[in-house]
């Protein structure tokens, strides 16, 4: 989000190229406005991923902020030029939010750019089946719809009949699809005109859409998002780039205790690696994670979010391990809740579980007990739960250790 990145400088973005780096991913898709000092972000971000490698940065028309005007969307351009811009068969990969029933312009666009753009718009409000066919603009389609819909309900499983029907699209005409995978969304926040709050269902959606993007293969995956503290679903370390004056902001990202998403990033790593070489990846640290909101859903303080009831009442927590029978016998997770224990058995190399909220909620400690019946680890560094609240954020930890 480069309308985020006002206060931030080329050392910050190596930083953030530096850690997604390491936890796997290829490039950052910056998302750009109508700010006239985002083209200087550009140019610092491209100048940082030239320090890393091969690490590539492609433009993403936010089109919810610009106009469609070649000249506004040309401040841009040059990005393209330089050697870390990612490139598809030789040509610039751009992108979009939305933008939506405008193919005529996008086909000007294309001609008189004078870039020959690989053009790879997210357009969610056009029908997914015979998508390429209808949009012969498009040369790869993405799509922003990666949660259920509002009013799914609680633990709804996302639908891959999109992904499915883009795909389709895509090898029938010869073009490419960028999936979408997102570990989270809410949003209470506002400004001048505007105002934002709502949820969506997101306890288990992080390792369920890995294991459907994995199965599914697309051409690209995009995570959404790095940095969306806006709408919860970022994934980075919670940093400068923080939109301060953004009304809401603060209480939703910091309040009872800061909400760290760092075990999300942690998580998506073994993910990325099944994903880009199509095979389970060797595990020699066996992997444990967790994330919760901080309050039971009906226990609102205040204004209640739209789709509240899609919420979901539970401790999530997702396992990675390198045999599911270690040292001849099992792992047994157990989370206290306050007080209120439950315990559960790990019997799958990758296993998701929901543990219900305790009736008085508290503090949260997770610990494994080994095969043999021993406790071989707790951690109770988490954000205490509250009786009661207005932030359905989720904090997210873990634990690793090597692999018996």
């Not at 910050?12 to 006239?36: S, W």
């Not at 979009?96 to 753009?117: C, I, M, R, Y």
């Not at 090898?171 to 005109?193: D, E, H, I, N, S």
């Not at 989370?335 to 009736?359: A, D, K, M, W």
Request: charge should be negative.
């Amino acid at each position: 989000m480069v309308g985020f990145a006002y206060p931030s400088n080329q050392n910050f973005f190596d930083g953030q190229i530096k850690h997604a780096a390491a936890a796997g991913i290829n490039g950052f898709a910056l998302n750009v406005g109508i700010d006239t000092w985002q083209p200087d972000r550009v140019a610092q971000f491209l100048a940082a991923a030239q320090n890393n490698g091969d690490f590539k940065l492609f433009i993403s028309f936010d089109m919810s902020s610009l106009t469609f005007d070649n000249a506004v969307l040309g401040r841009f351009h040059f990005a393209a030029s330089h050697p870390n811009y990612f490139r598809y068969n030789g040509r610039p990969f751009f992108s979009t939010f939305a933008g939506e029933f405008q193919d005529q312009f996008w086909v000007n666009w294309k001609s008189a750019s004078g870039l020959n753009p690989y053009f790879c718009p997210s357009w969610p409000n056009y029908p997914t089946e015979n998508f390429f066919q209808n949009h012969p603009v498009v040369d790869c389609g993405f799509t922003w719809n990666a949660w259920p819909a509002g009013g799914a309900g609680p633990l709804a499983t996302f639908d891959t009949i999109g992904d499915r029907n883009l795909i389709a699209s895509a090898r029938a005409t010869g073009k490419q699809y960028m999936a979408p995978l997102a570990p989270w969304f809410y949003t209470y926040v506002w400004g001048p005109g505007w105002h934002k709050h709502w949820i969506f269902s997101s306890e288990i959606l992080l390792p369920q859409r890995w294991q459907q993007v994995v199965s599914l293969q697309p051409d690209f995956i995009q995570i959404i998002t790095w940095n969306d503290y806006s709408e919860a679903s970022y994934v980075c370390e919670i940093s400068s780039d923080l939109p301060v004056d953004m009304g809401g902001i603060y209480d939703m990202i910091n309040r009872p205790q800061p909400m760290k998403h760092d075990a999300w990033l942690e998580l998506s790593t073994h993910y990325i690696q099944w994903y880009k070489n199509n095979a389970r990846p060797a595990v020699n640290y066996d992997q444990f994670y967790w994330w919760y909101r901080v309050h039971p859903k009906n226990n609102v303080v205040g204004e209640v979010p739209q789709y509240r009831n899609d919420a979901h009442d539970c401790i999530v927590l997702h396992s990675i391990v390198r045999s599911a029978n270690p040292l001849g016998g099992y792992y047994t997770m157990e989370v206290n809740l306050n007080g209120s224990i439950h315990r559960y058995t790990i019997y799958q190399l990758e296993q998701t579980e929901c543990v219900p909220f305790p009736q008085t909620v508290g503090f949260v400690t997770i610990s494994l007990i080994g095969p043999d019946n021993g406790v071989w680890w707790s951690n109770g560094h988490n954000v205490p739960m509250q009786s009661s609240g207005n932030n359905f954020n989720a904090f997210a930890n873990s634990h690793r250790f090597p692999s018996p």
